[in-house]
């Protein structure tokens, strides 16, 4: 692995462990084992760090979502597992989502986070949207149900559910018995559609 | 208004302004316009005031969230109503419902706020679930609805728009209209029931 992604995901086990605020290059480069003027050269400033993280959270969990079920064969399954894997308690989901429900707190009071975190958002509803569009052609999730929405709502209900289980509102077992009701609600029934 | 009230009101604007770290008794009582010794007079230490700060918020939710629609002769209507009153762009609602994120978001780096969090959680849920039930009686809602799993998952959608609302990843219009089709999802269509 290369210099910059060990700096990456240095910054964000800082960030899931002391917040944005506590994301500084000094801590930061002891936390990664290196230089100052590496992180430096690499993201410029602080700024740079910050938006690179957001970043590397945001692909990352694109790598920890991929799943078993074959995407061609059984779309809907594909779907259901790439969104019930955003609530999972291993280290790295753990720490990936705690970033980014604080990057999405921080960016309420720092508006310099919006536009790349917005970007990033609308990634992954696009990405989720595309997921049920299959799933549609394959005839698991009902022609009429507005897949744009769909993902918006369930992609938000993450959000929801995930802040509330790490923050210790809700148990995961309960998150994701909801998430799957959610799922349901906004796709019906894998079944009735077989 | 009592000096006690005073001093909660210019909690939660500091929460929204600043987040809970800039929440400190001597910033709290120059923006409250007190002396430090009146809010350790009322709160006791910073921790008694962030808890009461917590509580304040969410009663204020409470009566924020009352609505036209009659209860009695409209359930499902003053339901709806109830939740959508959380996604407006009033001053006080942008204000409660960004400190109330705030803590959310704090809660996972600090467990002291946890357990009144998962308390206050569960009362606007057992509100809501409370709500969907005299809608059930009302007959519409159908009776098949598990009421507090909806209500569960109503409250943290409310959680997730509302964050991608204050953080700039969603127009306020979108939100409320994706919120209007979780209320479709989870209790079916209001004209299909009557």
Redesign the interface.
Known sequence: MSRRTDILEAAVRVVA???I?GLRVEELAQEAGVSTALIYYHFRDRAGVVSSTLEFISTRAEQYTEVDADPEADPRGHLEQTLLRELQDTPMIVENS?AW??L??S???Q?E???Q??AA??RWTDYIDELIRTAQQHGSVPPEV?SG?AA??LT??????S??W?????ELD?AR??LR??LI??LGSPGEQR
């Open positions: 462990q002391r917040g605020r705690t429900g604080e999405r707190a960016a309420i009071f508006p986070l919006r536009e975190l917005r958002t609308a507005d929405e918006e709502r938000a209900a993450i959000e929801g559910l802040m509330r790490l923050s210790g509102s809700l309960r018995k909801l009701g959610n609600a906004e």
